[in-house]
């Protein structure tokens, strides 16, 4: 059974970066496409990119380009998202997420990590 | 803006059916998966491709698609039903983007 545990809650200022994590297991990183979904307080699900199986490549939504990046560690097991130039309205929950079927939908989710940036 | 529009708030009677819907013109060509999410709670997948449902997602759950627009549908609402709904599925760019729907409040009365 696969599952998905986040790094710990961040604050940090505008202007900084952030770097979440994201620990697989029951799986290998390798046989997942990990995507990323962040939530700011009371607004909805937002996409952010993930890897494209169908390309072999990783993906950003259009709205984060140049300030996200994706990667992974696969001697871990281990996928990051790191967003730069952290400005307040970065601030929410972010989610790794995967399909453990194969499939386009997300089945598996991680818990969420919090991050709020303040001055 | 959202390329997959949700009603922002649908209500239901307890036992009663409800459809949420979802649309887009890239739902022309791709499944939407439907999401629910609970406050404090990370999403969980409900419905996927055709009308799949995840292993332990009650029967009561299904979903359909039509033109440019998905639905889900809750046959028999319950109570614990009563959360968030999100459609997902590939933007219209055809770069194998994803989009989610601005995302639906069910409430059961």
């Known amino acids: 059974q696969v599952q998905l545990v986040q790094s710990g809650a961040e604050v940090k200022k505008p202007g900084a970066s952030v770097k979440v994590s994201c620990k697989v297991s029951g799986y290998t990183l390798t046989e997942l496409s990990m995507h990323w979904v962040r939530q700011a307080p009371g607004k909805g699900l937002e996409w952010m990119g993930g890897f494209d199986p169908e390309d072999g490549e990783t993906i950003y939504a259009q709205k984060f380009q140049g300030r996200v990046t994706m990667t992974e560690d696969t001697s871990t097991d281990t996928a990051y998202m790191e967003l730069s130039s952290l400005r307040s309205e970065d601030t929410a929950v972010y989610y790794c997420?995967?399909?453990?079927?194969?499939?386009?939908?997300?089945?598996?989710w991680g818990q969420g990590t919090m991050v709020t940036v303040s001055s | 803006s959202s390329e997959l529009t949700q009603d922002p708030a649908v209500s239901v009677a307890l036992g009663q059916t409800v459809r949420i819907t979802c649309q887009g013109d890239?739902?022309?060509?791709?499944?939407a998966s439907w999401y629910q999410q609970k406050p404090g709670q990370a999403p969980v997948l409900v419905i996927y491709g055709k009308n799949n449902r995840p292993s332990g997602i009650p029967d009561r759950f299904s979903g359909s698609s039509s033109g440019n627009t998905a639905s889900l549908t809750i046959t028999g609402a319950q109570a614990e039903d009563e959360a968030d709904y999100y459609c997902?599925?590939?933007?219209?760019?055809?770069?194998?983007?994803?989009?989610f729907g601005g995302g639906t409040k069910l409430t059961v009365l």
């Open positions: 997420a995967t399909s453990a079927a194969g499939n386009d939908a997300f089945d598996i």
């Open positions: 997902n599925s590939r933007d219209s760019s055809g770069n194998h983007l994803r989009v």
């Open positions: 890239s739902l022309r060509s791709y499944y």
